[in-house]
């Protein structure tokens, strides 16, 4: 007769998701993403050249089951297979190494499955019967190892990594003249990815391979925190209606209100690029290029709102090129909360003269003694420019006498605007900045432009100069 245990044993082997549950019943926890994971896993291992790519909102368990319980069933079940498990970081793979080789060392003696004598390296150890795991960092040598399956679990580590042209370059090398090169013939292959830029390491396999749905080699297993049919291409893998949350581990399945609740949060807490490539695994984001409107509205303060004391001042220029484009000219205050609070903004096209005026006066409204200028349109000359209207104006007789113009801070940009902005948009996220005032076109800029836009944020930049230079002057706000 069939015990209880003896049938649960044989029922561990179905797939990546019951070997979790059976091996550690207390921490892994079964939910439909999970058993969705778990099934495509199990059938690309089982297709001869199977692909497989897997991108799902962070710390929903697909790593646990797709590259620990995963590699480590496929193992248990084909002991004379030797797989290469890849990752971002030498770290990271010796844990994934590490991890597999422990389910399988305590349990592979069930199967008539052991770790060969003398091998106790995590990243490089084999199975009695021949099979193994290669641990190794994206860029590692694997030289001497032909492998019969692939597990690439996040390639590149975050957003700057995959935004680097060259990063980009060098996966992609390390995947054509290394990996690709160890494969046996009809080696599966399964990816695991934020997909943080368009032409990251999994854009361009689409791009090469094609996806199985229009006759290419990739399946593609996308689980976005909220459904969108538009980024799934049609159905919910999940069968979920547009809108619907995605089940997670630590919430009880069905319950849809807590499901919303976490889901919300986490978009509230991140940039909206950040949750599109994080959350949704959409790295070209339909919604505001920095920041959601909803989140700067909440930043907002009417004008008649009592300030805290102020450490400093100062107004931010991003000059205009000749009078062509939109100067920015944005003034605020550091306050004694440790908050920068915008107070002031006069931007618009205009020539040089005007806009050093406009700044000149925007400095005496509210007591500055900082300029910001961005150096790339000439430091010295609009350093010159600021000083000369000063003067001016002082034997116009508006310059108190003995006011000083304000020091002029040179701040020179050496990335793009988008890239640029996001610092200070994450101190928005973070309420570490309040707009006081109504500033339609200021808020517009934060919440709609993007690259490629043809318009020159003026605004937006000069905003940018002011929080990141009155930032510094204050540690990070303690929330409890």
Sequence with gaps: MVTAAEEAQALALHSPMTLGMWSAPRSYVARPHLALISREFAATMATPGGRLLITTPPQIGKSVTAATYGPAWYLLRNPTKRIIVATYADSLARRRGRDIRTVVAEHGRRWGVGIERGSASVVDWSTTAGGGIR?????????????????????????????????????????????????????????????????????????????????????????????DPVLTGGADPLGRAPGDPLSHPRIADGDRQALLAHWHAARKAVLPRDWASLYQGDPRPAEGALISSATIADRCLPATAELPGVVRAAVAIDPSGGGKDEAGIVGGVLGTDRRVYIVADWSGTMPSEEWARRACTMALEINADLFYVEANFGADMCGAMLRAAWQAMSREGRVPAGAHCPYVADVTARKGKFLRAEPAAQLLVEDRVRIVGKHPELINEWTSWRPGSGHSPGRLDASTYLILGLTPYTPPIATG
């Design 135 to 227: 641990s190794v960092g994206i860029g590692g040598g694997l030289t001497g190892f032909p492998a019969d399956a692939v597990l690439v679990d996040d390639a590149v580590k975050d957003r700057v990594a995959a935004e680097s042209p060259r990063a980009r370059e060098a996966v992609w090398a390390w995947w054509s003249a290394v990996l690709r090169t160890r494969l046996a013939p009809g080696a599966p292959i399964v990816l695991i990815m934020t997909r943080w830029h368009p032409l990251d390491l999994a854009g361009q396999l689409l791009d090469a391979d094609g996806r199985v749905e229009s006759g290419g080699a990739w399946r593609v297993v996308h689980l976005p925190a909220l459904a």
